[in-house]
């Protein structure tokens, strides 16, 4: 089974709706984070979590929110969706610590179209 | 903040030969990690190799290695006995190693260049 996990894979939505975004993962990890991906730009970081308790935003929060409902899990929300939010969304984990060297591990992704 | 860029939109390279892509950063950090990540067109952000700025040695992990000038701030990838199955985008990403061990005072993430296609001629 996937460490990481994201659900929906795909989404098509319209403007306006509210849609959560899902990500769990199984491997223990105190630190998560929520990247855009948009073709010829990259990931971009959307929001992160260092624990339950912790969330910041990142570099393009704006039009989003998230919950961390538990370690295991990570939500991103847009509350009324816009069609320039149509991207790939990726989660991803990492742990916390010396010695860690930094990796993070990702999802498999959700494919976000919003008409 | 930091900057990571690729200034290699698209490569091409004949199997079993051997490529480079590029990638240089910006930072006032002495403390950090580099990654470089390869995206399949099955989506999947798969990790390729990782250096880490304290150690002079250059990275290597089979036929990928790194070229990594931290004066020049530059990370490149090689690739070499290029395989049909390198074909994807690579992302070059850098990340503070001070945030990686605690969470105060500091932004955390990875911050990534625009990515390399890379194109496998067989």
């Known amino acids: 089974d996937a460490d990481v996990t994201q659900t929906p894979r795909n989404r098509i939505t319209k403007t306006g709706k509210r849609i959560m975004l899902e990500c769990s993962q199984t491997k223990g990890h105190d630190r998560m984070y929520w990247y855009r991906q948009d073709p010829g730009l990259g990931l971009r970081l959307i929001y992160y979590?260092?624990?339950?308790?912790?969330?910041n935003k990142g570099e393009i929060s704006d039009g989003y929110s998230v919950s961390r409902q538990a370690q295991a899990k990570f939500s991103l929300s847009l509350e009324s969706a816009i069609p320039n939010q149509t991207a790939l969304y990726f989660c991803?984990?990492?742990?916390?610590?010396?010695?860690?060297?930094?990796?993070?591990?990702f999802g498999p992704g959700t494919r976000l179209t919003v008409l | 903040a930091q900057t990571v860029t690729q200034s290699q939109p698209e490569m091409s390279v004949q199997e079993a030969e051997t490529v480079t892509l590029s990638c240089t950063y910006d930072t006032s950090e002495s403390d950090y990690y580099l990654f470089w990540y390869k995206q399949p067109p099955s989506r999947q952000m798969i990790l390729v190799i990782r250096q880490e700025a304290y150690k002079q040695q250059n990275a290597t992990e089979n036929r990928f290695s790194v070229n990594f000038q931290k004066a020049a701030k530059s990370f490149s990838l090689k690739i070499s006995d290029s395989q049909l199955g390198d074909a994807a985008m690579y992302f070059c990403?850098?990340?503070?190693?001070?945030?990686?061990?605690?969470?105060?005072?500091?932004?955390?993430?990875?911050?990534f260049g625009k990515g390399t296609h890379l194109i496998i001629q067989p």
């Open positions: 979590s260092f624990d339950v308790k912790d969330i």
């Open positions: 990403a850098y990340r503070s190693a001070v945030i990686s061990v605690y969470s105060g005072g500091g932004a955390d993430g990875l911050t």
């Open positions: 991803a984990t990492s742990e916390q610590g010396a010695g860690v060297l930094g990796e993070q591990f």
